[in-house]
């Protein structure tokens, strides 16, 4: 069998080591290299029933890791330890090579030095082994020539082997759903079982992941350390989460994202799935991407971009390690909020206080309790305890534990999960460190909170004051009553608010960029469109454009003005000249006749001085002040065409404050982008201006996106700057295009 | 000696039940109750020998509370149960009565019900007790007229019986320094002692507040709940703190910021004494501030005010209750960095990413590694490893831990801690939870870091990844060397840089108000002034205005221009319009005499047509476009005189973009101030202006700050608008100044 998929494999072109990658073989080699990472390769991957380790002996470090781990996830498969010249490791006979095995292992896990691996997988593949780890570093991430070949031949030697590679630099894997962890450092037990899935772009995090989890009752399924990435990708693993039965929520540390439109695909997949994707993506700062750098040797991106893919495609973006996993043990409770109106429950009124202000931080709403909710609360509460929201049963509840009183916390929550008005109840959850002297107080107050929680129509959300550990007692006795706690008010209503917006996000059903490569338009130029061309281009699509007349000579421009409210502009028009104003070539606020005509000739000869490929005089009408937008699409080397929609003046030259989404859009997220701006209130007429049609600017901006998607692969830029605003009148005063050269392929590959 | 005392008190005035409070007798209370409440008297009342439990059966859960918090305190004083009718409690013999005591206790803890406190005061009072912590609520946290009565009652005999009293609504305290805790819920041993002094304006927070401070390391000396603060207010127990020599950092929970003046004046004394204010202050949002006001019935006040009060004076801000014990941990460390510039050592690439991004947050610049430093660590680290900042030793440190490379984590430490150009290390320790097979290795480790620390020119600041309670073996290793670690890279590179801005806001020395009441200038009119008076009075202050002439006819209003640039600004004047603009009494842009002489009619008739009392029509000339700013002080009810400053336009109105200090400030200040503004850059020629001379901006706003602060308790509003800025020419075109009516008392007293 490995033997005739390797042949299949070859078929598709020879790429022996030294022949030279030309496109096509580099084309192949890469949709070779993703045959060995399929979602169905990969679960045969990450379960494997036998492990051998090459190159271990009982005086290495990470092999005594790799062992312990294994034993640490339960793994009872045989492990068979390989060595050219001891006879035993850790208490088993070795082989000298994985060839001298009986039969072959589900997976090998490479411990050889850099200069041995190739040797060892030709060993594995003679053996019939088609997985491998491989620890070594020295290959792409030390950033030399020479380890980026190294890899290069690396990778070569898999595809032609049909080996599934995860690394090299790769610590390993942690598969808690299949029992089986080859991973080289340490994990502390117990390991948790639960549906996470976590994927680490920096293996050395493994055990601040797993630690952090297993203290806050966070189960994982599989957790993988990436490595170089030089067969199996991130992508990859994330594409075979989302359709693996372990896993209910995906959870990233990203240095970079690599191939960007693949991850959206996903992102959108998983979206539609109702998987969440919970991501820690480092490099928001230039200091973080210069260490990313470092660490990777892959480029971080532009962050802005990055930020607002997530933001389209729902993946929500943290920023720590403990929101990493607190946000996805929220999504794993099975107690998800699915609205924003809470009902609190505390036995603190200083508790009450910090949940108001970061309740309203995450646009969490305290509302009114319902008259019948007020009238439960007050025949239960203590006449000082007042019985309104956010609710403080008061310190009673704690001192009269275990006395006639000792159900008021649950009585409070009884009522307040019937209160009409609210989509869900954030109930505080004391629990004691280490199992009291009479547990079945406690233990009756838990059972009692399950039984509301099972009854309550509305999600219970538990949180404690604090992120602190959850003892092992507390976890115990949580666990046997099916509940979950969010670790501290902090993180635990940051969870809330990006599990709010995760799920508003995917009711949107976000449409991802399209995977079809458009054709560009025959007959494009190349480089900056004229503005006369510019604003054909847009009004095409629909876009309305300050009226202009392209003239040749001075009684032609008179003639236009003449046809227009005066006064009027003139703008030199040209390709060649794409700063008018700076060279002279724009003429404002012109009236008269004679005026006109000196204004041309002055734009005219200022335009003649610096380019000889002059097209004309564009005469507009001018307008009156009003909202400014800036509406451009640019190409992210990563991530494709991006729309950035933004008002003029101080808010993008001096707030940058701009909002950008990938194409396309519709005019209903034009809208949303509209709203996401600090300046939103201009629009609305804050400045005492006309407030805007936002549905007439959303069409019309959705329109500019349309033409920019219409230049494929051709387009580089489209700017309108000015766009103009006033009440329900909406005009593109200028349009820049640039586009590429493109190569028109008859086969359309190669672009 | 108590009656002689309340003799005094009683002499100072008599307040007996009944008695309206005139403002004599007003003051005169509130001045008896600081004396009973002074550093001197606290001293006492948080460190009694003995204590009284008045009220307390076996089967109260308060009094089973209060006593298990003594004894997990290390109290070993005479504890005296009180009870009318049981013969014993709590395993003692009880009295019936206070008076019954043989001798007087040092502290009673009074758990009767509302109704018969007053009577156990006078017990007390008659036993010679002049401590006593009152549990009882429903006073004026009810928020009832009754409750409030009772309250004043409460306070009225707490004076007359000279007895200093905690509460009421209170749970008590923790004096883990004195070894007493007359504390009424719940405290998990051990109770760790240290230099944090804590205050809480909600004692339910206490448990919480106590058990992340014990899980991280952090040590207290004396934690109290406030209760109603009756008697003893949060302003008496900082002040005590502030004089305590066991207690080096103070953390408060703060509801609201009860004496404003005060608090400020103690907040200011506490930077100058080196001991920071870490504070927990809810009420940020309106949600918040709802919710705090129907806990306690005290209006929280602006938040903007009490946060700009805060960063003037050095109180340090945070979010979460996680923060202000981490934030509070580092100071208490003894390694607070006293500079930007950080050497970061990790065995996690995944950590440098973090900690570069959230580094940048908070300003801590990850600067090159000097040569020397790069030459050490190249020769430690192994081949693959860069040797660059942040450093990551790389996870080998971990696989080769016990071998020969163990020491290679210490190794970089070493090298690192020497670099010439670092300020401070950032340096992750991996702690094991519980005692590993071999302590040897680590207990190597710990001395080592240790022995670095001592020698380290500059401070090191160890750090875990995640927010991980300590185990009790992490916490005898760190303790055994004399190491603290922060909790998590995300609070604590927060830690990190609140604790550099305290330090820069500490090298400022800010001046608080002055707490000498400032009597008003005589003679000023009450109410809005007319622009021509209020010009004279900034005039008056040095402060440049645009040049204007009152005029009353319409020739003088021609003459008047006729000395002007053209064109000329008319506006009406009279005390009695404060929206000119809106009336129809301005005119802008007027050039020829005889629009000048039309726009004086107009402008003079549109005034008399609103107001009788017209002073008159301004005559300016007109300005050309510039940078404008917003100059105004105003009077916050809590903090008094509070400058704001913003850039005019849509900074203003649109983004709220203000900077706010309490005065005075000087020039210096006012120049933090704009480089706060989001819309700095403006000022700084961004958009294509004249860059502004800031020193010359900031001298003059700080003119405009003094000549408010001259009107002293007469000052309602001063505002300058716009402050026109162009260059180094800076102008007020517009000010407005609105008094109160002062009674000028020739005692000074009663404003």
């Known amino acids: 069998m490995p033997q005739s998929t390797r042949s299949a494999t070859l078929d598709a072109g020879p790429a022996g080591p030294?022949?030279?990658?030309?496109?096509?073989?580099?084309?192949?080699?890469?949709?070779?290299?993703?045959?060995?990472?399929?979602?169905?390769?990969?679960?045969?991957?990450?379960?494997?029933?036998?492990?051998?380790?090459?190159?271990?002996?009982?005086?290495?470090?990470?092999?005594?890791?790799?062992?312990?781990?294994?034993?640490?996830?339960?793994?009872?498969?045989?492990?068979?330890?390989?060595?050219?010249?001891?006879?035993?490791?850790?208490?088993?006979?070795?082989?000298?090579?994985?060839?001298?095995?009986?039969?072959?292992?589900?997976?090998?896990y490479v411990l050889a030095p850099t200069r041995a691996v190739e040797g060892v997988l030709e060993d594995a593949a003679a053996a019939g082994i088609r997985n491998a780890i491989v620890l070594a570093s020295g290959y792409g991430d030390g950033g030399g020539e020479q380890g980026r070949e190294a890899e290069a031949s690396l990778v070569r030697r898999a595809v032609e082997l049909d080996i599934t590679l995860l690394g090299p630099n790769c610590l390993g894997y942690v598969n808690a759903a299949a029992s089986v962890a080859p991973f080289?450092?340490?994990?502390?037990?117990?390991?948790?079982?639960?549906?996470?899935?976590?994927?680490?772009?920096?293996g050395a995090l493994t055990s601040n992941v797993l630690a952090f989890a297993r203290a806050h009752q966070v189960g994982i399924s599989l957790l993988t350390s990436m490595g170089n990435e030089a067969v199996i990708t991130t992508a990859d693993v994330v594409e075979h989460l989302i359709s693996d039965d372990d896993t209910e929520v995906i959870g990233l540390f990203l240095e970079s994202v690599r191939d960007a439109p693949r991850f959206v695909q996903l992102a959108a997949r998983a979206l539609e799935r109702g998987k969440p994707i919970v991501a820690l993506k480092v490099g928001r700062t230039e200091a973080g991407q210069r260490t990313a750098l470092a660490h990777t040797g892959a480029l971080a991106g532009d962050d802005a971009v990055v930020d607002a893919a997530f933001r389209q495609f729902g993946v929500i973006r943290v920023g720590s390690l403990e929101q990493l996993l607190i946000?996805?043990?929220?999504?794993?409770?099975?107690?998800?909020?699915?609205?924003?109106?809470?009902?609190?429950?505390?036995?603190?009124?200083?508790?009450?206080?910090?949940?108001?202000?970061?309740?309203?931080?995450?646009?969490?709403?305290?509302?009114?309790?319902?008259?019948?909710?007020?009238?439960?609360?007050?025949?239960?509460?203590?006449?000082?305890?007042?019985?309104?929201?956010?609710l403080d049963v008061t310190g009673i509840v704690l001192a009269e534990r275990g006395s006639a009183q000792a159900g008021l916390g649950d009585v409070a929550l009884e009522a307040v999960v019937d209160d009409p008005g609210i989509d869900f109840v954030f109930n505080m959850l004391a629990l004691p460190a280490a199992e009291p002297p009479d547990p079945s107080i406690i233990e009756r107050r838990m059972a009692q909170i399950a039984t509301t929680t099972q009854r309550s129509p509305v999600p219970i959300v538990n949180f404690s004051a604090t992120c602190s550990d959850l003892s092992p007692f507390a976890q115990s006795l949580l666990d046997k009553h099916g509940l979950h706690t969010l670790a501290g008010i902090e993180f635990g209503l940051t969870a809330i608010g990006q599990a709010l917006r995760w799920q508003e996000t995917r009711a949107l059903d976000p449409r991802p960029p399209s995977t079809e490569?458009?054709?560009?338009?025959?007959?494009?130029?190349?480089?900056p469109w004229s503005e006369a061309r510019s604003r054909d281009l847009?009004?095409?699509?629909?876009?309305?454009?300050?009226?202009?007349?392209?003239?040749?000579?001075?009684?032609?421009?008179?003639?236009?003005?003449?046809?227009?409210?005066?006064?009027?502009?003139?703008?030199?028009?040209?390709?060649?000249?794409?700063?008018?104003?700076?060279?002279?070539?724009?003429?404002?606020?012109?009236?008269?006749?004679?005026?006109?005509?000196?204004?041309?000739?002055?734009?005219?000869?200022?335009?003649?001085?610096?380019?000889?490929?002059?097209?004309?005089?564009?005469?507009?009408?001018?307008?009156?002040p009003a909202t400014e937008l800036f509406v451009g699409v640019t190409v992210d080397p990563s991530f494709g065409p991006v729309l950035a929609v933004g008002l003029?003046?101080?808010?993008?030259?001096?707030?940058?404050?701009?909002?950008?989404?990938?194409?396309?859009?519709?005019?209903?997220?034009?809208?949303?982008?509209?709203?996401?701006?600090?300046?939103?209130?201009?629009?609305?007429?804050?400045?005492?201006?006309?407030?805007?049609?936002?549905?007439?600017?959303?069409?019309?901006?959705?329109?500019?996106?349309?033409?920019?998607?219409?230049?494929?692969?051709?387009?580089?830029?489209?700017e309108i700057n000015p766009l103009r605003v006033d009440g329900d009148s909406v005009e593109a005063l200028d349009v820049l295009v640039v586009t590429n050269p493109v190569t028109h392929d008859p086969a359309g590959a190669g672009s």
């Open 18 to 108: 030294g022949a030279g990658p030309d496109p096509t073989t580099a084309a192949e080699l890469a949709a070779a290299r993703r045959r060995l990472a399929t979602p169905e390769r990969l679960r045969s991957f990450f379960a494997p029933r036998s492990v051998a380790l090459v190159g271990a002996s009982d005086s290495s470090g990470w092999g005594q890791f790799i062992v312990a781990s294994l034993a640490t996830s339960g793994f009872t498969g045989p492990l068979r330890p390989v060595h050219p010249t001891r006879p035993t490791a850790f208490d088993r006979p070795t082989v000298p090579s994985l060839r001298d095995l009986d039969e072959p292992v589900d997976l090998a």
């Open 184 to 202: 080289g450092l340490g994990i502390v037990p117990p390991l948790r079982r639960g549906p996470l899935g976590i994927v680490l772009q920096s």
């Open 327 to 390: 946000t996805s043990g929220l999504f794993t409770s099975g107690q998800v909020p699915k609205g924003r109106r809470v009902g609190v429950v505390t036995a603190s009124g200083g508790a009450c206080d910090i949940i108001a202000d970061r309740s309203t931080d995450e646009g969490v709403r305290i509302v009114d309790f319902a008259e019948s909710t007020t009238a439960k609360l007050k025949a239960a509460l203590p006449p000082f305890a007042a019985a309104h929201n956010p």
């Open 517 to 527: 490569q458009v054709a560009a338009p025959a007959g494009l130029p190349s480089g």
């Open 538 to 624: 847009v009004a095409a699509s629909g876009v309305p454009v300050v009226p202009a007349e392209l003239v040749a000579d001075a009684d032609a421009a008179v003639a236009a003005a003449a046809r227009f409210a005066r006064p009027v502009a003139l703008k030199i028009c040209s390709a060649a000249i794409t700063h008018k104003s700076d060279i002279g070539g724009v003429a404002l606020g012109v009236q008269g006749d004679d005026d006109v005509r000196a204004a041309y000739e002055r734009v005219h000869a200022a335009g003649r001085a610096v380019a000889d490929d002059i097209e004309g005089v564009l005469v507009s009408p001018m307008r009156a």
């Open 648 to 718: 003029g003046g101080v808010f993008i030259e001096v707030l940058e404050d701009v909002s950008l989404r990938l194409l396309p859009v519709d005019a209903a997220e034009v809208r949303r982008m509209l709203g996401e701006l600090r300046g939103a209130a201009v629009l609305r007429g804050a400045r005492g201006t006309r407030p805007a049609d936002l549905d007439r600017v959303a069409e019309v901006v959705a329109q500019v996106a349309a033409a920019a998607a219409g230049l494929g692969p051709a387009l580089q830029t489209l």
